[in-house]
T-cell receptor
Framework: GAVVSQHPSWVICKSGTSVKIECRSL??????MFWYRQFPKQSLMLMAT?????????EQGVEKDKFLINHASLTLSTLTVTSAHPEDSSFYIC??????????FGPGTRLTVL | QQQVKQSPQSLIVQKGGISIINCAYE??????FPWYQQFPGKGPALLIA?????SEKKEGRFTISFNKSAKQFSLHIMDSQPGDSATYFC?????????????FGTGTRLQVTL
């Protein structure tokens, strides 16, 4: 149980285009989903917290207009990287919260912006 | 105050040996301490977690030791195997009423040699 999927697993796009990443909880309903960013050999950095039906809460320094988050249902959250640039290339990981604290992570999405 | 300090940065252990990773925190409001295992190119997987009302928790070959007064906790991997070679992250969180944001340690790259 507690499986989280992400799609796509990797994506390559041209600079200036937008990319959408989906995060789904497959076997449970997640009231809260989280989006992280991870650079090579570094720890996970929380970008935003997403609650179903409400606006996402962004961490300090994260541009909300660049990283659009939609949590349309209890099993789906999306992250859209708008006008992507090479510096946005990274490993993006979502997680979903089952109980109050337990977070289960997706497999991640590798974004490369050319 | 939100930091979680993790050591060592990297660790090499022989097959069958004990791997020990340590974490320390400052925020006494933290009340949930999970450990995650991450393989290259994959999302973190929850290994084991503990709350501060117990001093030790064991699941298979993995044990968390927790010292509330010292604000430290550690992961012990008994009978380490080459398949355990991965990056391990400690984390801590406190429930804020709507979500529990995880604060991650910097990670420990474990290599188990034959």
């Amino acid at each position: 149980g507690a499986v989280v999927s992400q799609h796509p697993s990797w994506v390559i796009c041209k600079s200036g285009t937008s990319v959408k990443i989906e995060c789904r909880s497959l076997d449970f309903q997640a009231t809260t989903m989280f989006w992280y960013r991870q650079f090579p050999k570094q720890s996970l950095m929380l970008m935003a917290t997403s609650n179903e039906g409400s606006k996402a809460t962004y961490e300090q320094g994260v541009e909300k207009d660049k990283f659009l988050i939609n949590h349309a249902s209890l099993t789906l959250s999306t992250l859209t990287v708008t006008s992507a640039h090479p510096e946005d290339s990274s490993f993006y990981i979502c997680s979903a919260s089952v109980a109050e604290d337990t977070q289960y992570f997706g497999p991640g999405t590798r974004l490369t912006v050319l | 105050q939100q930091q979680v300090k993790q050591s060592p940065q990297s660790l090499i252990v022989q097959k069958g040996g004990i791997s020990i990773i340590n974490c320390a925190y400052e925020n006494t409001a933290f009340d949930y301490f999970p450990w995650y295992q991450q393989f290259p190119g994959k999302g973190p997987a929850l290994l084991i977690a503990i709350r501060p009302d117990v001093s030790e928790k064991k699941e298979g070959r993995f044990t968390i030791s927790f010292n509330k007064s010292a604000k430290q906790f550690s992961l012990h991997i008994m009978d380490s195997q080459p398949g355990d070679s991965a990056t391990y992250f400690c984390a801590a969180s406190t429930y804020t009423g709507t979500a529990s944001k995880l604060t991650f340690g910097t990670g420990t790259r474990l290599q188990v040699t034959l």
